[in-house]
């Protein structure tokens, strides 16, 4: 993974910027509590997760595409997702599962190559993680529906116990909730652009 030390333009704090590749993708909001498999068979995008693998780079993804005119501009945020890829299968025509595993929320800084695929410079964003207690019973709400949804969805006791244990955590139960129980993409990347936990369960609450 690469990484560019500059003064932030946003908070004029010295912050670390990193190289990665960007995925535009209609309709996927990444959280990174989350992991997303995906089918690379388009030859730009083979010769992203090439430059991936070769590089040891991060994969943004984003339902917004910043090269489209009118998208994005450097004076505007555009907040996404960041993880790791790991190749999945590899098949014998050449194309290609990876799964991502999300590692933090970004900001997009600057476009560093458009074609035949986005390299970019992202800066990574701290979330305030800290639970107000007239918040808990609510989030127990969203962990009992990922009860019932990992009890009809998941094919075994062991898989089912292990995405239950992660539920523990505040911030992953609210991400996790949002990534497999929220259909709304627009309220999904209200979520993801809000630094602050319990801003997310107040808009989880208006909307639930």
Known sequence: MQAFILISRYDCQVSTL?????????GVVFFPSTTLPLNIFEPRYLAMTQEIFKQGLPLVLSDIDPTEPGAWEPTQPLIAGMGQVHLFEQRSDGTQVILVRGVSRVRL???TQEKPFIRCQV?????????????????NRLRSGLHDWAQQTLPDAESRGAFEEGLQDPKRLVEMFAHYKLA????RQQLLETTELNARVELLRRVL
């Open 123 to 139: 800066d990574p964003l701290t979330d305030a993680d800290d639970v107000q207690h007239g918040n808990l019973f609510f989030l």
């Open 184 to 187: 709304d993409v627009d309220v």
């Open 18 to 26: 990193i190289e990665a590749c960007f995925f535009p993708l209609d």
């Open 109 to 111: 800084v600057t476009i």
